[in-house]
């Protein structure tokens, strides 16, 4: 589904990711996990297309389709999904008429009928049950004024209306207590099909007690220096990243 | 040089305008007077830097003929936004009582014109027209009350709490073409009383014309006036409006003006906060393109202890269009506890747009807290992201980000039925989705 092979990155003509290779096929979940600053949330945003960063080699094919060519849009629409570590506020507009525009974009991009503000509504009811979110939350606006949980738990709520193929979750767990961390994993469990993939970047292995990876890999300047299966979450969660990053020469 | 207008003064003098109690033609004389010795005002002076008012004082705008209007209910029906508000219409400055309809207003308010209040309460109409708005150095204010003619007068009396809106509506058509108005509202809400006012101006066909508007608003102890004015002129008028409000103790004056017409536009919203515990709400959406200038300032005048004012402007400027908002706050001795705060937010959406804006505050007490904030900028590029990331595309992402821009101060507006229409304007105006 996802080949992303030897790709480097820049940020401000900074090189940030410096020959990434990863494959994710339908059906697995991959966790990435390493230290701050270590260029995850850039491998992330480069995937969903944001224009800041500057991709100076490399490839990402999805789907077939060379995604790099495709502008940010274009990859919601293809089914790739983001949720972002640090998700945006835009007052004034409302969470239900986000949703439902973002909905019926994909809608139409796949030829599809657009569907009213009541069919809406109803679609809405099943998934704000699934995060264990209040209906007041869709009038007000995105994320705006939310705590950090609830623009979470928000995240999760997009992903489950708009339904990706693709999904990369940014430190969806960060900053979330216990409970929260639970709905947000029941949601991501539940989302879960054979077609469609899930990246998890987590700094933390509690998360994967609960979304069990396929595969874990650590990221670290900028590099994938490590790779293995879940018991290599335990293993870093015991020991740290020190004893990967020397050998490895970050 | 000669005086502009000096032939229309003495004409109008000599025919209706010298109606009236004997105090009024003196008042007119001496505003006709006061504004001959000042002028048009220019960009040497300070309130009208960023705004040079040439386009006005260059030409001599006629007295609208007193002619019989064309216009029937459907005309304006577009306009008159809801049904269920109270309403005058003015047409070219005239009041058409076949489109008027305020009937339904409870008996204990007085809504008349003012040449009706001048024949039935002379004195009571002598002591509150032209107390508030000095003309002294106010040229525009000046002209308005030298020719001022078919005014409102509103009297809410003490306690009386009125639940529907009243809706004074200016239209312009093409007859007043190089003509123009000087609408005159006078508003004395009494202790504890309640109203809420929405003034529009709208412009039919393509005329250029002059509306030159003066309000006085009184707001009593405890009482609260809700004004909501909304300049939809022609894109060729020239509109000045100046509001001059004065507070009682815990009164609350809310207003929101709305500047999207006219080629040149000024809007003056003053305050004085006479009385302790009053507060001030001002806020406004100017949104502009082409070659439009729109210009704001606000006065507020804290003159009494505990007072809160709160400002929130925002401007939308496209093309070569060119927004000014001058925020001036005074603070007196003896306004401690003066709770403040002045916010202006215009976002640029072309290269060419230009926005001028000046805070201007002068605290003269110790224990206040005031604040502003002027921020001028582009579309935010995360919350782009954001919205393309969800698979809405760029010019969708960009006009709802625009929209959303405008519904930080559209939120404020408290009548449903405006807000609504407010909303679905801008949405429409920048987007091609439908806003449900
Ligand atoms: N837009 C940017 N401009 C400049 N530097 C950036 C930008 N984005 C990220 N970086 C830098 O790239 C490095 C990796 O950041 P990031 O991908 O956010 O790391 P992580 O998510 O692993 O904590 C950091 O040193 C960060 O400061
Ligand atoms: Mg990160």
């Known amino acids: 589904m996802l080949k992303i092979s030897d790709l480097h990155a820049n940020a401000s003509g900074k090189e940030i990711l410096k020959g990434i290779s990863l494959t994710v096929n339908a059906g697995e979940v991959h966790a990435i996990m390493g230290p701050n600053g270590s260029g995850k949330s850039t491998l992330a945003q480069v995937i969903a297309g944001h224009p800041g960063y500057e991709v100076t080699g490399g490839t990402i094919e999805y789907d077939g389709k060379d995604l790099l060519d495709m502008e940010a849009e274009e990859r919601a629409q293809a089914g790739v999904f983001l949720a972002f570590q640090y998700p945006v ?83 969806t767990d960060s900053g979330l207590d216990i409970d929260a961390l639970r709905i947000v994993a029941g949601g991501v469990n539940a989302l879960k099909r054979p077609d469609n993939a899930t990246i998890v970047v987590t700094h933390y292995q509690r998360l994967l007690d609960y ?33 990967l990053l020397e050998p490895a020469g970050v | 040089m000669t005086v502009p207008y000096t ?34 005002p220019t960009t040497r002076d300070e309130d009208w830097h960023f705004t ?11 007295a609208v003929k007193a002619a019989p209007t064309a216009l029937t209910l459907s005309d304006i029906e577009p306009w008159l936004v809801d049904e269920s508000w109270q309403r005058l219409v003015f047409v070219n400055g005239r009041l058409e009582p076949a489109l008027s309809n305020f009937s339904e207003l409870p008996a204990e308010v007085q809504v ?42 509103v009297r809410i009396p003490k306690g009386e709490v009125v639940e529907v809106p009243l809706h004074i509506l200016h239209v312009t058509d093409t007859q007043a073409a190089g003509a123009a108005v000087h609408p005159r509202l006078l508003v004395v809400a009494e202790a504890q009383s309640q109203l809420v006012m929405i003034e529009s101006y709208v412009g039919l066909g393509q005329a250029s014309y002059l509306v030159n508007g003066v309000a006085e608003i009184s707001v009593g102890d405890g009482a609260r006036v809700d004004h909501y004015k909304i300049q939809r002129d022609s894109l060729e008028a020239f509109h000045v ?143 782009l992201f954001y919205l393309k990331s969800r698979g809405i595309g760029s010019d969708n992402a960009r006009a709802l980000l625009t929209y959303a821009f405008a519904a930080q101060v559209l939120e404020t507006i408290e009548v449903d039925a405006l807000r609504l229409l407010l909303e679905r304007a801008i949405f429409a105006r920048f987007t091609n989705l439908a806003l449900e």
């Not at chain 2, 309460?121 to 508030?132: Q, S």
């Not at chain 2, 507060?279 to 949104?287: C, F, K, S």
Request: charged share 25%; aromatic share 8%; hydrophobic share 40%.
């Open chain 1, 89 to 171: 506020e835009i007052p004034g507009v409302t969470n239900a008429y986000f949703l439902r525009a973002a909905f019926n974009e994909l809608r139409k991009a796949r030829g599809e009928e657009e569907v009213d503000p009541m069919e809406f509504l109803d679609i809405m009811e099943e998934k704000l049950k699934l995060v264990e979110m209040d209906a007041t939350m869709m009038q007000r606006s995105v994320n705006a004024g939310f705590s950090g949980g609830e623009k979470k738990r928000n995240e999760i709520l997009q992903m489950a209306v708009l339904a990706p193929k693709l999904a990369v979750l940014d430190e």
């Open chain 1, 211 to 243: 979304i069990v990876p396929d595969s874990v890999h650590v990221l670290a300047g900028g590099r994938i220096i490590k790779s293995g299966g879940k018991e290599l979450a335990l293993e870093l969660e015991a020991k740290g990243y020190d004893w």
């Open chain 2, 7 to 40: 032939d229309q003064f003495a004409a109008f003098s000599a025919n209706g305008g010298g109606e009236g109690p004997a105090w009024l033609p003196a008042l007119r004389a001496q505003a006709f007077e006061r504004f001959s010795a000042l002028g048009f």
């Open chain 2, 52 to 62: 040079s008012v040439t386009p006005i004082a260059e030409r001599t705008f006629k």
């Open chain 2, 112 to 153: 008349s014109t003012l040449s009706e209040a001048l024949r039935e309460e002379p004195e009571w109409v002598k002591k509150h027209l032209g107390t508030l708005a000095a003309f002294d150095r106010a040229a525009f204010t000046a002209l308005n009350t030298a020719f001022m003619q078919d005014g409102v007068v």
């Open chain 2, 241 to 383: 409006g100046t509001v001059q409000v004065t507070q009682g103790r815990d009164s609350i004056y809310h207003s929101f003006s709305y500047a999207a017409g006219a080629a040149l536009s000024r809007t003056n919203v003053y305050t004085k906060l006479v009385g302790t515990g009053g507060e001030a709400r001002l806020n406004g959406l100017y949104v502009l393109d082409g070659t439009q200038h729109a210009d704001h300032q606000t006065f507020v005048e804290h003159l009494a202890e505990s007072c809160a004012s709160r400002e929130l402007y925002i401007g939308i400027l496209d093309g070569a269009s060119h927004g000014v908002f001058n925020g001036k706050v005074y603070v007196d001795p003896i306004a401690q506890k003066t709770d403040g705060k002045q916010t202006n937010k215009a976002l640029l959406l072309s290269d060419k747009a230009r926005i001028d804006t000046k805070p201007q505050l002068e605290i003269f007490a110790d224990d206040v807290k005031c604040t502003h904030g002027a921020t001028i900028g582009k579309l935010d590029d995360q919350a």
